[in-house]
């Protein structure tokens, strides 16, 4: 336990402490005799845990240290740990797409591109990083048949993630023909390739492991083409998943 306290951000003499408590209710001497916590420190122990909520005290005398309920305290200090990992990630992805923006290179968390060449590259990247999930909104605009040379890399690359165990749910527009590649793979692997079927205006977009996202810019017209971007944002991409679980509920 104290290892698993201390993963999620307390330090050791604190984790002591904690480990303790979680099914006693004790003074400070017996709180430091129990947890090993030097009487000399043990109260600035417990006044940092006042101080993040963590542990109690009764009214009594001596008073008593307690936490009031152990799967709450965990999930604050597990919310805590997820907030400040998330704001360290999103602080380097700024930083490195910074950098790599001056000096003119690639920009792996930020990716926009405007010709159909970059869109061939951007988009294999939905399904050749995939490692757990992947969510696809083909909204009445998909044109299955048009530019089949990269579509057909792209259902290659759909086949290799479904394969290795990525499970991958698309929302197709009623009417349109599953290509032979993905109408296999929905019949070789149904508990891991899913289609519904519904006429959805909603941008087209792929949603990735909960964290990246793909957005396209189509239009009716097959040979107009707007650009396409691949953000790695969890807000964003939970957002889009949210709306991608309505649209599901409501297809065939």
């Known amino acids: 336990m104290i290892e698993e306290l201390k993963a999620v951000g307390l330090g050791h003499y604190e984790s002591k402490v904690m480990e303790v408590l979680m099914n006693e209710k004790l003074n400070l001497r017996e709180l430091s005799k129990k947890s090993g916590v030097p009487f000399g420190k043990i109260y600035s122990i417990v006044k940092n845990l006042k101080s993040k909520r963590l542990v109690k005290e009764t009214n009594s005398r001596p008073k008593l240290v307690y936490i009031e309920n152990a799967s709450q305290m965990i999930s604050k200090l597990l919310k805590e740990k997820e907030d400040n990992e998330r704001l360290i990630m999103e602080n380097l992805h700024s930083l490195a797409t910074e950098i790599d923006k001056s000096k003119n290179k690639p920009q ?3 990716q926009i591109g405007t010709t159909v060449q970059d869109n061939k590259k951007i988009q294999a990247r939905s399904f050749t990083e995939a490692e757990n999930e992947v969510l696809q909104i083909l909204n009445i605009h998909h044109k299955p048949e048009s530019n089949r040379e990269s579509k057909t890399v792209w259902e290659k690359e759909i ?7 990525v499970i991958f749910r698309s929302v197709y527009p009623r009417g349109t023909r599953l290509p032979k590649i ?3 793979l929905n019949k ?3 508990t891991k390739f899913h289609v519904g079927r519904l006429d959805t205006d909603f941008t087209r ?6 964290k990246k996202v793909l957005i396209k810019m189509v239009s009716p017209d097959a040979v107009n083409f707007g650009g396409v971007i691949f953000v ?6 939970q957002n889009l998943k949210k709306i991608f679980e ?6 065939d």
């Open 159 to 165: 086949a290799n993630a479904v394969k290795r165990g």
């Open 188 to 190: 070789r692997y149904p």
């Open 232 to 237: 790695e944002n969890e807000d964003l991409a």
């Open 108 to 110: 792996r968390f930020f």
């Open 246 to 251: 309505e649209i599901w509920e409501q297809a």
């Open 182 to 184: 993905l109408q296999y």
């Open 205 to 210: 977009c792929d949603i990735i492991d909960e």
